[in-house]
């Protein structure tokens, strides 16, 4: 079955630190995995996404994450946070199936205190 | 980019009485989902939409939810009867391609249930 876990519910940091948020999927084939962000009000817009090759891949607004088969996982990392950059934060899984079935983790509220 | 809207932005309805959300998906896209999200916590899936049928639902798709896509039009989720624990924020999105996709997401529908 498929299931991602992101361990940090809450992530403060301040402005100009560098951020890792963690995520651990689980899924016994070849996953895809995407970052996801929510600002307040707002819907979801892809940070970004990974499908094979290069385990680190590059995202907008500084954002990268490195994908991990040994460790079952894919952190987001930034090397300097800004206030802005306040949200909440969703790793996401798609498996290849007929069904796209999208499996969401449970979020991480970050914030970046000025 | 591509934007997926939703109509309307908030609702509040009572409790007992049918609701309709709609929403306007990416106009080449194939697949159709609704994800239900209470309180700004975690994104629940609850299903997904391909070629005129429903592909894949979770528990939470109760008998009382029923989604449809009339003739390529709006997909919409409709609620009949409401019930109290249906208030959340409802986003629906849309894909291109079944799996390992990105996936675009509306700003979501808040309903009230009173």
């Known amino acids: 079955a498929q299931s991602v876990t992101q361990p940090d519910a809450r992530v403060t940091v301040s402005e100009g630190a560098s951020l890792q948020l963690r995520c651990k999927y689980s899924?016994?084939?070849?996953?895809?995995l995407f970052w996801y962000v929510q600002y307040p009000r707002q819907g979801l817009q892809l940070l970004l996404k990974?499908?094979?090759?290069?385990?680190v891949v590059q995202g907008v607004n500084g954002f990268e994450a490195e994908f991990s088969k040994s460790n079952s996982s894919f952190h987001l990392r930034k090397a300097s946070v800004h206030w802005s950059d306040s949200a909440v934060y969703f790793c996401?899984?798609?498996?290849?199936?007929?069904?796209?079935?999208?499996?969401f983790g449970t979020g991480t509220r970050l914030q970046v205190l000025p | 980019g591509p934007k997926v809207l939703q109509i309307p932005s908030h609702q509040i309805i009572d409790m007992g009485q049918m609701v309709t959300l709609n929403c306007d998906p990416v106009?080449?896209?194939?697949?159709f989902y609704w994800y239900k999200q209470i309180l700004g916590q975690q994104m629940e899936f609850l299903v997904n939409?391909?070629?005129?049928?429903?592909?894949?639902k979770s528990k939470l798709f109760k008998d009382q939810f029923s989604v449809e896509r009339p003739d390529g039009s709006y997909f919409t989720l409709k609620i009949q009867p409401t019930a109290l624990e249906d208030s959340a924020v409802y986003f629906c999105?849309?894909?291109?391609?079944?799996?390992?996709?990105?996936?675009?997401f509306g700003k979501g529908t808040r309903l009230t249930v009173v």
């Open positions: 999105a849309s894909s291109l391609q079944g799996s390992g996709t990105e996936v675009f």
């Open positions: 899924y016994s084939g070849t996953p895809y």
């Open positions: 990974y499908y094979s090759g290069d385990p």
């Open positions: 996401v899984l798609s498996g290849p199936s007929n069904t796209n079935k999208v499996v």
């Open positions: 106009s080449n896209h194939l697949y």
């Open positions: 939409f391909y070629n005129g049928k429903v592909m894949e």
